[in-house]
């Protein structure tokens, strides 16, 4: 089956933002087994709408449809929907219960403009928006399905994950498809790709395709096969990872089932606390707060998290966290004499079971030849000891705060399971 | 003028790679006043280029393509292109000059894979590629001319800036277009639309055209209006915006001119922090590090911040921060007591100009009837006075940190500016 994703808004179309939705969706396409051929994002303009609706019906099984649905007057798409499937748009009274539970919770009226986000084409399925007042919309003509969504991602993503894709899968016989995603920390893209090489080449004879998925500190390795016969896909599967773990096992943290929530570095991290009854606590120097913000992100945090000091001046580091100010004038901030008695005072201070400390230089600014942009040292402790680890990243601030956080991660990690470091 | 954006390449329809060249050659067309009309990605496939220049040909004046232009098998724009233009491919001396001075710089001989990089379709005005191999290339069919470029973005951006858009301005007359963007924050789309609905209305007598831009606790409204005299444009634009300001003035934090960098609540506050070479410090606890990670996300973060407390625990609030037991008792944590004596001790444990301290119930669990998921307390403090505020933002944990964060960021400029809050 192929599908066709349309975005709609002028914002795409003058370069104010960039389309990530469509590359989502995307995504989710081909994990499903559809095959996207055409992607295109157009004007909030009838004509121009109708013109790509059209050319859409021509060619594909899916339209997927993003943006202008919003209860402005520069949003479009309802009208032009309702009127492409030639119906007139009627209330909606579930939408509107919808609409109005979301306004009142926050203490408000249902103003008139957004008694009309309930208005949705007559005979049309409507895909319930969890986190905004706009519904989705699904209408087929002739053999083709049109799926109008909101453009605000995370309302798209829910309608998308929870509703369209189990509609298509429960509607449609789709061939079957078995991926499993491989997530490594510390090693970079190409250094990957050398060691795995033999291993890569082999892989087409099983028809199992390779896709590498780098992000800053991350490499994902996304393994997928699709076929008639679910438990041959993944029996094959299955065994390349088996001997790709002979080849780089020290760098793999985890595994992705498709469908499953992502797993990240923080995530893992909680659930072995937790499943520890044991607590964290951070001194966050160069990252900022920038580790303490993922930790914090996961719902019920504070289970497993006891707190963090991001100590951004020497006096702060010596006045919160007892670093012996001669530190300063011996071997600086960023040593390891420094994130050694950061992390065992947090550690102490929270009287949490582990801690992180973190020190380095983020740059653009601020290098020296001895200290050069990206030099950060991480200590981890707990009670009995303290480890403490050198490295050298790049020279992008943002960059080396992201590359830190997960570096720091995943030494933690190693440290809780008393692997080798 | 008008133009359409062609992006050719699998990698984009299965997700790997966001399309980024896109947005890029969509901001610079605006910038010299060609409307883009349409974006399209398709598949490495005959039929389907030659179907999508043909759309392009009946409706634009420049198609922009970029992508399928390398050495290797499945790139294969430039025989499309020649076909489509029925013309053959010829040796071009000075790209194969180009090419060879590349590989020979690099030490290398010029493989017969890239010799045939130096082919181009006959009559085409060729665009040099001075950071690669590939050539650009410029052809013109009816009133229609077809821009062919390399899907790497730094090869085509030197081609852009330096051959293309020159090339267009030259031989073509392009009206003027004038943007600007107002940055508010604090009031929601629908809110917003209803108290500018009279004013929005009669934007269209200016030609002026108005977009909302929503995202977590900000709504941007993009200006814009193209004409020959750019003066009358600027002054039109400048004109309602003043307008504006009177309607929701207490909302706006910001303008953006297009092309500028992004503006943001926290390079807003980190600049008027530094021109008054002041400093911040941050007591954070559902937004657990968020606020200090975007603060410190900006180069030369260190001359504002002293750095941030996120007091997890009760006991953390109380032992690093000296938040009065009882008040646990009485108010609770998410209380005006905690965040005032909060904000009051980092101030002084940082001895910071300015801090900020939040306090609330992330979600999505957590919630009472008194005390829903959604509610946060922020309180603001120098040396003078403590100012604290209630909210109750949404259900969506994600959110309500990024919400918190906004609004305690444009609560700390209005009281560093000394306005009415």
Chains 1, 2 share one sequence.
């Not at 933002?17 to 295109?40: E, P, R, Y």
């Not at 986190?131 to 003509?141: I, S």
Request: net charge neutral; charged share 20%.
């Amino acid at each position: 089956m192929t599908a066709e994703i349309l975005t709609i808004g002028d914002e795409i179309l003058i370069g104010q933002i960039t389309n990530t939705n469509s590359v989502w969706i995307a995504q989710q396409l081909n994990l499903t087994g559809i095959k996207v051929l055409h992607m295109a994002s157009v004007a909030d303009d009838e004509a121009v709408i109708i013109t790509a609706f059209d050319a859409a019906l021509s060619r594909a099984d899916f339209v997927f449809i993003t943006g202008g649905l919003g209860p402005t007057k520069d949003d479009i798409t309802k009208k032009t929907f309702a009127e492409y499937f030639e119906t007139p748009l009627v209330l909606n009274e579930e939408v509107l219960a919808n609409v109005s539970s979301f306004f009142n919770k926050r203490g408000k009226e249902v103003s008139e403009v957004n008694r009309q986000q309930a208005l949705v084409p007559e005979g049309c399925f409507v895909i319930k928006n969890v986190h905004g007042t706009a519904p989705g919309m699904w209408m087929k003509k002739k053999n083709t399905v049109f799926i109008s969504m909101p453009g605000v991602p995370y309302e798209m993503k829910a309608m998308v994950t929870d509703i369209v894709i189990p509609k298509i899968k429960k509607e449609n016989t789709l061939p079957f498809i078995y991926h499993k995603t491989v997530l490594t920390q510390g090693v970079g893209e190409s250094t990957l790709a050398e060691i795995i090489s033999d291993w890569e080449n082999n892989l087409s004879v099983k028809k199992i395709k390779l896709a590498y998925l780098p992000q800053p500190g991350i490499v994902r390795l996304r393994l997928s096969s699709s076929g008639t016969d679910f438990n041959l896909l993944k029996k094959n599967v299955e065994d390349e990872i088996e001997k790709l773990k002979l080849l780089i096992g020290k760098y793999i943290f985890g595994f992705e089932d498709y469908g499953e929530a992502a797993v990240t570095l923080q995530s893992i991290v909680s659930d072995l606390l937790r499943a520890n009854k044991q607590t964290l606590s951070l001194a966050e120097s160069c990252t900022g707060g920038y580790i303490s913000s993922l930790i914090t992100a996961i719902p019920g945090a504070s289970d497993i998290f006891k707190g963090a000091i991001v100590p951004y001046t020497n006096t702060a580091k010596n006045e919160l966290l007892n670093v012996d100010q001669k530190i300063f004038l011996t071997s600086g901030a960023v040593s390891r004499e420094c994130v050694e008695q950061l992390a065992k005072n947090v550690l102490k201070k929270f009287k949490s079971d582990y801690s992180i400390a973190v020190s380095g230089i983020a740059g653009p600014t601020g290098g020296t030849i001895e200290k050069p942009v990206g030099l950060v040292w991480i200590a981890i402790a707990n009670a009995e000891k303290t480890q403490s680890f050198k490295f050298i990243f790049g020279d992008n601030r943002q960059r080396n705060i992201i590359m830190t956080a997960q570096t720091s991660l995943n030494l933690l990690r190693k440290f809780i399971l008393k692997l080798p470091i």
